[in-house]
């Protein structure tokens, strides 16, 4: 009888569905690639009579986790559920009946990797995460095994698709919010709640991945400062526009001498900037290497097969491991404790909009205000609206956050000032 190593799949949404069609597809190329064949065992859900559109052995289902849990032969269990529980509770008990773990859950990875690794340590297991940040893209191996002769000292990028799609709609169709996000929705992009999305949060627990292992240190996700996309306007992004940028959402993290600056926000990056070009659900993230320079890295980063590619190929490495006995080869590589910068510590550059009175001296006041604070002007725009306001928008030169926040305090306490309508950093120029 031709050997296997045994599997058990915890969902099957998007994700699930892509990893038993890449599975089921390419079966024989994956046998010869392992050197032994892989076959799902049983499949975990919550709703047996659902049609997965997928023809489906017999019995294969299940609602009880302990036929996976409890089944000696398998050796694999892939979780690919979503949220923190049940989905913890089950990888726990996973990894301390030595089972070795892949999973695309980023929510679960940046809020308790810490537990997790100490159970595949202590049960000498795999876990495995690659399709938990940037979908397709092969980032976390990449910054564990082949970048590691580096010091890493930033990285940064696109890595949601859905906000990214979202974007990439308004600015080139000037598709409306809601809309949007109901396609990224039915093209399966987003997560059960998009509110992870288009909040930052889901690039928030990215990020914080993603810097984890380049930085060598423990991220805690609370010190990641995070914002969406929901207070982006058509009117910034004609802006941006306007003033030869485009708005992505970013994740930036960089390793500066007094520690770890990480966040998420709308960025205005200039048209010409490699990431501008980054559209649709695409993702892309630069990493930057004391050895290496600077690398980017480019592709799907959500949707069924381009997630379930990245899952296929670690539950091959965890095969690989398993079938030459070294599984948990490669484990955490937190071994340092650096500490992650306040925002207000932040360098970059501001884009401001301001509804202001429209009458003279107004802007000379508003300047002196950000002079005061050190904060010194690139660009002014001055539009007409509606009655007696204007709109002032006004790009900074590249200072720290605290003076912008500061000028601002003083600004909305002049009675020439109706509203602070938007701040966004500008990134990627000189
Ligand atoms: N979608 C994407 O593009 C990407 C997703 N991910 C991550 O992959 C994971 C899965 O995402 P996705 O496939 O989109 O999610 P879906 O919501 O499409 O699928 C979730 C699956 O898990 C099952 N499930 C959920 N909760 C339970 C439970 N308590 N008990 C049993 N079964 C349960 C569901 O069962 P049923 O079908 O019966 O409802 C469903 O099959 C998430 O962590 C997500 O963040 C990562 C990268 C990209
Ligand atoms: N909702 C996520 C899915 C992949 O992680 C995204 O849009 O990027
Ligand atoms: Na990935």
């Known amino acids: 009888m031709e050997q296997v190593i045994k599997i058990g799949l915890l969902g099957l949404g998007t994700v699930g569905r892509g990893v038993y069609r890449i599975l089921a597809e390419n079966r024989e190329n994956i046998r010869q690639r392992v050197g032994i064949g892989l076959e799902i065992k049983k499949i975990m859900v919550r709703n047996l009579d659902k049609d997965r559109g997928l023809s489906l052995p017999e019995g294969i289902l299940t609602t009880n986790i302990q036929d ?76 564990k095994q082949s970048l590691a002769g580096n010091r890493i000292d930033e990285v ?51 990020i914080a991945i993603l810097a984890s292992i380049a930085f060598n240190t423990r991220i805690p996700l609370q010190q990641v400062y995070t914002e969406g996309i929901t207070h982006i306007t058509p009117q910034d992004i004609l802006y941006a526009n306007e003033l030869g940028y485009i708005i992505k959402l970013l994740g930036i993290a960089k390793n500066r001498p007094e520690g770890v600056e990480v966040r998420v926000h709308p960025t205005f990056i200039p048209k010409d900037h ?19 320079g600077d690398t980017m890295f480019y592709g799907r980063g959500a949707g069924e097969l381009p997630t379930a590619s990245a899952v296929v190929a670690d539950i091959m490495d965890a095969a690989r491991d398993i079938i030459r006995n070294v599984p948990g080869i490669i484990g955490c590589t937190c071994f340092k404790q650096l500490p992650v910068l306040p925002v207000g510590e932040t360098l970059s550059k501001y884009y401001i909009r301001l509804r202001v009175a429209d009458k003279p001296g107004v802007l000379a006041s508003i300047a002196l205000v950000f002079g005061n604070k050190e904060v010194s002007l690139k660009s002014v ?21 605290q ?17 602070v309508a938007n701040v966004i950093r500008v990134e990627g120029e000189e």
């Not at 070795?100 to 997790?116: C, F, I, P, W, Y």
């Open 381 to 401: 725009i001055q539009k007409e609206a509606t009655g007696k306001t204007a709109e002032l928008v006004l790009v900074t030169h590249r200072v720290q956050e």
């Open 156 to 206: 940064f990028g696109i890595i949601n698709g859905t906000t990214n799609y979202m974007l990439t709609k308004m600015t080139q169709e000037g598709c409306d919010f809601k809309d949007v996000l109901q396609e990224a929705q039915a093209k399966g992009y987003a997560e059960a709640d998009p509110t992870a999305d288009v909040g930052g949060f889901d690039a928030a627990r990215k």
């Open 68 to 143: 996976i849990t409890n089944d000696p032969e398998i050796k694999i269990v892939v979780e690919v559920l979503g949220g923190i529980q049940p989905a913890l509770d089950y990888v726990l008990e996973a990894l301390n009946r030595g089972k070795s773990v892949v999973t695309a859950n980023k929510d679960m990875v940046a809020e308790h990797g810490q537990r997790l690794f100490k159970a595949a340590q202590t049960n000498q297991c795999d876990l495995l995460f690659e399709a938990s940040v940037a979908g397709g893209i092969p980032i976390i191996r990449t910054l």
């Open 403 to 419: 003076n912008v926040q500061d000028a601002l305090m003083d600004i909305k306490q002049l009675s020439s000032v109706m509203e």
């Open 274 to 292: 490699p990431l501008a070009a980054v559209g649709d659900a695409f993702n892309a993230v630069f990493v930057r290497g004391n050895a290496v």
